[in-house]
């Protein structure tokens, strides 16, 4: 079972606040992603990581910035949340080797 | 355009049916599809794919490729409550330099007693 862990796993906060939705591993994988999923829609990915210091957007544009300092953490950060940032953020990792993903269990972000 | 797409979109069946949710893909350079299953929150895996043909296998729930008519289906047989959910399905495909999923819109199971 993957050991993926993401904090908060909700959040209400109001417009113009700087956020940062934590995501961290325990299991060494090099990759890790962001994806972005609005209820009942795809999800798509924002950003990932290759591993330390190795960040790149995804397919789908994001105001938000990631970053990798150690492996084992893959921070999301929003300088200045947006009602249009509400979604819900599922952060996931995969080893080289199989690259099957394993998923954390989402932040729920709500923007008045 | 890289697309998933899973039918059906909903389901609703009872306690004991068994159900094949269906998943076909258009994308280059495939690697592997996988199915996921989504509860209240983060999708769990479920199964790899890379190979046509061979089946795999978990309990109650059992998949299959067909990469040349780039579909997969995913049976559950004698479904529980517990079974309702919703059923990714996600394409791993290389592209740009690097490996990404691509989701289908997903199945939505509800299963009743």
């Known amino acids: 079972e993957a050991d993926i862990y993401q904090t908060p796993r909700y959040l209400v906060i109001g417009t113009g606040k700087k956020i940062t939705l934590e995501c961290s591993q325990t299991m060494g994988h090099d990759k890790m992603y962001w994806y972005q999923q609005d209820p009942g829609m795809e999800l798509h990915l924002i950003h990932y990581?290759?591993?330390?210091?190795?960040?790149e957007k995804g397919d789908l544009s994001s105001e938000s910035t990631v970053s990798r300092i150690r492996t084992e953490h893959f921070p999301l950060t929003l300088e200045s949340a947006r009602p249009s940032h509400t979604s819900q953020y599922l952060c996931a990792s995969s080893e080289y080797r199989t690259d099957t993903q394993y998923f954390g269990p989402g932040t729920r972000l709500t923007v008045l | 355009e890289d697309k998933v797409v899973q039918s059906p979109l909903s389901l609703v069946v009872h306690e004991g049916d068994t159900v094949t949710l269906n998943c076909s893909y258009e994308v280059t350079n495939f690697r592997s599809l996988l199915w996921y299953k989504q509860e209240k929150k983060a999708p769990t895996f479920l199964f790899m794919l890379t190979s046509s043909g061979i089946e795999k296998k978990s309990g109650r729930l059992s998949s299959i490729l067909d990469k040349k008519e780039l579909f997969s289906i995913l049976n559950i047989t004698a479904t529980q409550t517990g079974d309702s959910a919703v059923y990714l399905c996600?394409?791993?495909?290389?592209?740009?330099?690097?490996?990404?999923?691509?989701f289908g819109a997903g199945t939505r199971l509800a299963v009743h007693p």
């Open positions: 996600a394409v791993d495909l290389f592209s740009g330099g690097y490996n990404k999923l691509i």
């Open positions: 990581s290759y591993g330390v210091n190795s960040t």
